[in-house]
């Protein structure tokens, strides 16, 4: 018998987004580079629904503070996207410049 893959629901935190956007303007307005910044935002779309499709095979990040729930991570160009899984529900938390004091963002 085949059992049809678990399908998860994507849900944002508004964090995530205001991360995103901040890239994104900056790409495009500061670096003039507004294709960049368009193939930024589709390249973040597409790791997303790929991880979507099976989330706890990407690489856990590791902290020194205990968490709940473990932070799963890709990367997209020199960003980062960080997510936990909860039951039937990806939730895609951050996107972080990968040169950033982590530690910081992600206390």
Do not use: C, Q
């Not at 039937?88 to 972080?96: A, G, H, P, S, T």
């Amino acid at each position: 018998m085949d059992e049809k893959p678990r399908r998860y629901r994507l849900e944002y935190l508004p964090l995530f987004w205001d991360d995103l956007n901040e890239a994104v303007s900056y790409i495009a307005d500061v670096l003039k580079a507004p294709e960049a910044a368009e193939r930024l935002i589709d390249a973040t779309e597409a790791g997303i629904l790929a991880h979507s499709r099976n989330p706890t095979l990407a690489t856990t990040y590791k902290t020194a503070k205990p968490r709940p729930l473990p932070y799963y991570w890709f990367e997209v160009g020199n960003y980062m996207v960080f997510y936990v899984v909860l039951d039937d529900v990806m939730e895609v938390r951050r996107f972080l410049y990968g040169a950033r004091d982590l530690t910081k963002m992600l206390p």
